[in-house]
């Protein structure tokens, strides 16, 4: 299984862009890049999904350039309930397991 | 939109006993998981399930664990006899491609 690298934090003010960059070297061929958002006490909730290139969904945008070893989520103007544990995680599709390394604590000030 | 879901949302036990937590995971997915996270930490992969079997679970998942798909619908994690380090929230999670979490049931255990 990849291992990824991510900031331990991030700081940002409401109505900012905040990307935040997940590092994976060694990412598999068939493996994918998940994201999720934790709120304290609550279950991870999965943001996006993506492969290769660019995705984009209601909440996010998922940056993976051509190499694969590395991601970005992107999340426009972030507002104060934007504050959470955010976890890039890489494994294959229909994977036995994830594994959650310890996020990026990103903090929206008003 | 379907969501898992978990009960009960809080279970306090004493040492020693068994508990069962249940899970209904959205309807048609195949892969199904548990994990825990305990207070101000990572959360921690324990089992996967694919096809009426177990398909990987962690070093924590030993022999006090064990997990069911009793019918359809439910997926239940059972602790056969709880230590006071079990006490965490445990997170079931489903998947057909990008797994979706539930929002945890509080074990706490006295």
């Known amino acids: 299984l990849a291992k990824t690298t991510q900031p331990i934090s991030m700081d940002s003010y409401e109505g900012q862009e905040v990307n935040i960059t997940c590092s994976h070297n060694n990412i598999a061929t068939n493996d994918y890049i998940t994201w999720y958002q934790q709120f304290p006490s609550q279950g991870p909730r999965f943001i996006i999904q993506?492969?290769?290139t660019k995705v984009t969904n209601e909440v996010a945008s998922l940056f993976i350039p051509a190499d694969r070893k590395s991601s970005t989520l992107s999340l426009p103007r972030v507002s104060l309930s934007d504050t959470a544990v955010y976890y890039c995680l890489v494994g294959g599709l229909y994977t036995d397991k994830l594994i959650f390394g310890t996020g990026t604590r990103l903090q929206v000030f008003p | 939109e379907p969501e898992v879901t978990q009960t009960p949302s809080h279970q306090v036990t004493q040492m020693g006993q068994e508990v069962i937590l249940r899970c209904v995971p959205i309807?048609?997915?195949?892969?199904f998981y548990w994990y825990r996270q305990i207070l101000g930490q990572k959360v921690e992969f324990l089992v996967s399930f694919y096809n009426n079997e177990i398909s990987e679970k962690s070093e924590i998942f030993d022999d006090q664990f064990s997990v069911e798909r009793p019918d359809g619908s439910n997926f239940t994690l059972k602790i056969r006899s709880t230590k006071l380090e079990d006490s965490a929230m445990y997170f079931c999670?489903?998947?057909?491609?990008?797994?979706?979490f539930g929002q945890g049931t509080r074990l706490t255990v006295v």
């Open positions: 993506g492969y290769k």
């Open positions: 309807s048609n997915h195949l892969y």
């Open positions: 999670a489903s998947s057909t491609g990008g797994a979706f």
